[in-house]
């Protein structure tokens, strides 16, 4: 059963995968044929061919340099230590506010609408105030990656804190047990599918965050820096931009996908869902 699950998942993605490069590839031909200039015109520099798109990434990325694979993977791999650490940040941020607001009505009222309000600031706004604060480097980018991940995980473990069966509650309460106990045995257990559904929110977020906050801090090993180079080559060498921009979704849905895994490892097999 679990077999014909995955192979079913399989099957799906590459559905929609093959779906999607129809849709583009059917799109530009449409586009091209009929001089298609809204809401863009549709050429080879605004829509490349998807083999174009992946053949480049096995072209020299400079004269006599290495493929351009090697160079997005060594700065996708730069880019995943500091997202790494962002989300690590901004998810054990998130999780201590969530039990905080979780615990004190007062401190929800008063603390909450800032929280709220931190989310309306744009990041760009933000970026280049903590490189200034903390200096360039990979703490001021991680902390960056850390604002785009915090308030997902604070809302849903807030709400998850919230969901136990009052039931529960009442037995834990003639057991005479603390807040700590609750928290532990009752709470934090029934929080388990809000917080990873935040996490999941929050993990290709602190990527995003990542690649936006080595703009500012001048750091060219990274894919920002790569994003950045490769703009500037955009009109001779479209499909390298729209490479790098493939590699840096790819690295997102790694993060999602190492998060769907301790899912499946921590909720699907805890006790409550083993017969």
């Known amino acids: 059963m679990l077999a014909r699950r995955r192979v079913r998942g399989v099957l799906a993605f590459v559905t929609v995968l093959i779906g999607l490069v129809a849709l583009w590839e059917g799109y530009r031909a449409i586009g091209q044929s009929t001089g298609l200039t809204w809401p863009f015109p549709v050429n080879e520099r605004s829509m490349p061919h998807i083999h174009h798109i992946l053949s480049q990434l096995f072209e020299p990325s400079r004269r006599n340099g290495p493929p351009l694979v090697t160079v997005l993977l060594q700065a996708a791999l730069f880019t995943a230590r500091e997202a790494a650490l962002g989300f690590v940040l901004g998810a054990s941020t998130g999780f201590v506010l969530g039990v905080a607001l979780a615990h004190s009505r007062l401190l929800e009222r008063g603390l909450l609408p800032y929280i709220v309000a931190s989310q309306t600031i744009p990041i760009l706004a933000i970026a280049p105030m903590v490189v200034v604060w903390l200096g360039a480097g990979l703490f001021s980018v991680a902390v960056i990656a850390a604002y785009l991940t915090f308030f997902p995980v604070t809302i ?57 906050g080595e703009l500012p801090s001048s750091i060219q090993g990274g894919l920002g820096g790569a994003i950045l180079n490769y703009n500037q080559y955009y009109i001779t060498s479209p499909a390298s931009l729209w490479a790098t921009n493939v590699v840096a979704a790819l690295l997102g849905i790694s993060f999602f996908g190492v998060v769907v895994l301790a899912e499946r490892l921590v909720v699907h097999r805890a006790p409550e869902h083993v017969a």
Do not use: C, Q
């Open 156 to 212: 849903n473990t807030l709400r998850g804190l919230r969901s136990a069966d009052p039931r529960a509650h009442e037995l834990m309460d003639s057991y005479a047990a603390n807040r700590r106990w609750v928290l532990w045995k009752l709470r934090i257990p029934a929080s388990m599918p809000y917080l990873f559904t935040a996490l999941k929110i929050s993990a290709p977020a602190s990527v995003v965050g990542a690649i936006i």
